[in-house]
Structures are given as structure tokens and as C-alpha cells.
């Protein structure tokens, strides 16, 4: 399984971006059960953002991105996006999309199997 993001740029405080992750490699349905949104700001832990289940669909959000984040996918081109509105200096940080194939694991950043390189969000004030 490979991921690729992009979207990422410089936006002001307020304003909107929208991620992708390209998601590619055979038997797809079979073998990935989520792709999650991480973020990494400088000096900080990688934290989860958002994730969605890949066959159904099912979101699931970190308390503060709640009502400005969205999560959706389209599994008829491989893809996963993050809509992010109402944004922060504080959203700033490095994106990245990550899958994990095992039912029954938390979304932790130590229990996702496959990640992509990450795009940069800069939010100005």
C-alpha cells in the first residue's frame, strides 16, 4: 500500500484548505480497514487528526477539529480527503495520510501500518 498527500500550502488564519491521499496497491478492500489524517507540528508528537473507515465509511475526529474538519472518500478513485475550515495558526503543522489494516487497533501513530511522506499546512494569523 503506498499513500501520497497533497493540497498543503500557506492560508490565512480562517481560511480553508483540502487534502488529498492517494491510496494505491492491489486488493485494497481486503487489506485496508482505515486511512487516518496524523499532524506533526515542529518539536511536538505526531497526533491524530481524523480517520475513516475504508469500506464503510465510518468518520471519526479529534475533539478540537470537530465542526471545522471533514473527512470523506472516494473508493472508486483510491482516494481520501481532508476538508479543513476555520483554520489556526495553531492547525499548522506537517499532514500526513496513514492506513491501518487491523480491525480492533486504536489510531495511535505506533499502530498504522503504512504512511505517506506528508504535506506542509502553514497557517499565518
Known amino acids: 500500500v503506498a499513500l501520497v498527500e497533497s493540497g498543503g500550502g500557506l492560508v490565512q488564519a480562517g481560511g480553508s484548505l483540502r487534502l488529498s491521499c492517494a491510496v494505491s496497491?492491489?486488493?485494497?478492500?481486503?487489506?485496508?480497514?482505515?486511512i487516518n489524517w496524523f499532524r506533526q507540528a515542529p518539536g511536538k508528537d505526531r497526533e491524530f487528526v481524523a480517520g475513516?473507515?475504508?469500506?464503510?465509511?465510518?468518520?471519526d475526529y479529534e475533539d478540537s477539529v470537530k465542526g471545522r474538519f471533514a473527512i470523506s472518500r472516494d473508493r472508486a478513485k483510491d482516494l481520501v480527503f481532508l476538508q479543513m475550515n476555520s483554520l489556526t495558526p495553531e492547525d499548522t503543522a506537517v499532514y500526513l495520510c496513514?492506513?491501518?489494516?487491523?480491525?480492533?487497533?486504536?489510531?495511535?501513530?505506533?499502530?498504522?501500518?503504512?504512511w505517506g511522506q506528508g504535506t506542509q499546512v502553514t497557517v499565518s494569523s
Open positions: 475513516i473507515t475504508w469500506r464503510g465509511g465510518i468518520p
Open positions: 496497491g492491489t486488493d485494497l478492500a481486503l487489506i485496508v480497514y482505515r
Open positions: 496513514a492506513a491501518r489494516t487491523r480491525l480492533g487497533a486504536s489510531d495511535s501513530a505506533a499502530n498504522m501500518d503504512y
